[in-house]
């Protein structure tokens, strides 16, 4: 279950992005960005907020972008770090590309091999829970045997690869689609659909070579 609060953020996740995004080398030319869905994962150990984002350019392109939000900096991941924010609840968050996360791909790895599903978004309204419907619905395709999830993996050095990043934990290879729309090669996927799109692949995991 993901927690979340009635706050504000400044700067927000949108004006955040709409900083960091225009020197990766996969959101060239996006321009003004808006928001198209989003979607969440748990992290077992409560301190870690895991959350990704669709957003579409002004060209129409979507763009997928994790995100993971901590109460204080993740040792080893300066370059990874998307800036800071002050929460109105939680105070200052320091938030990175998932993709240099741990705690983010071992997510994104449960979801995809072992089918783990995405985090139920609950609301808190004057001390009462509220669910709320996620903005994007995302599935793993899931069905390995003994799927290898990486653990206690260091902070990561993911790589862009065109349109793509690739992240390497574990023994496994993460490929995580930035431009929606393109197709990586692999048997074990994420599939995500939202209001205007979809079903897109989001994600592919399999092992490194």
């Known amino acids: 279950m993901a927690l979340l609060h009635r706050a504000t953020l400044r700067p927000s996740k949108l004006e955040l992005l709409s900083t960091w995004l225009p020197d990766r080398p996969w959101a060239a030319g996006a321009g003004e960005l808006r928001q198209v869905g989003a979607y969440r994962y748990d992290d077992p150990a409560g301190e870690v907020g895991i959350e990704a984002h669709l957003v579409q350019g002004a060209g129409g392109t979507v763009l ?42 071992a997510a994104l790895a449960r979801a995809v091999l072992a089918g783990a599903p995405q985090a139920e978004e609950q609301v808190d309204v004057d001390g009462q829970l509220v669910t709320r419907e996620p903005s994007a619905r995302v599935t793993g395709s899931g069905g390995a045997a003994d ?16 349109p793509t990043t690739v992240v390497r934990a574990g023994g496994l290879e993460l490929v995580v689609v930035r431009v929606v729309g393109t197709e990586p090669p692999g048997e074990h996927v994420l599939t995500g659909t939202w209001s205007a ?3 897109a692949t989001l994600a592919v995991v399999r092992p490194a070579p």
């Open 64 to 105: 997928h972008v994790p995100l993971t939000y901590r109460g204080a900096p993740l040792a080893g991941a300066d370059h990874a770090l998307v800036g800071t924010t002050e929460h109105s609840v939680l105070g200052p968050r320091w938030v990175y590309d998932g993709c240099a996360d741990p705690v983010w791909v």
């Open 147 to 162: 799927p290898a999830l990486p653990e206690d993996t260091p902070a990561l050095t993911p790589s862009d690869d065109g």
């Open 197 to 199: 799109g979809g079903p």
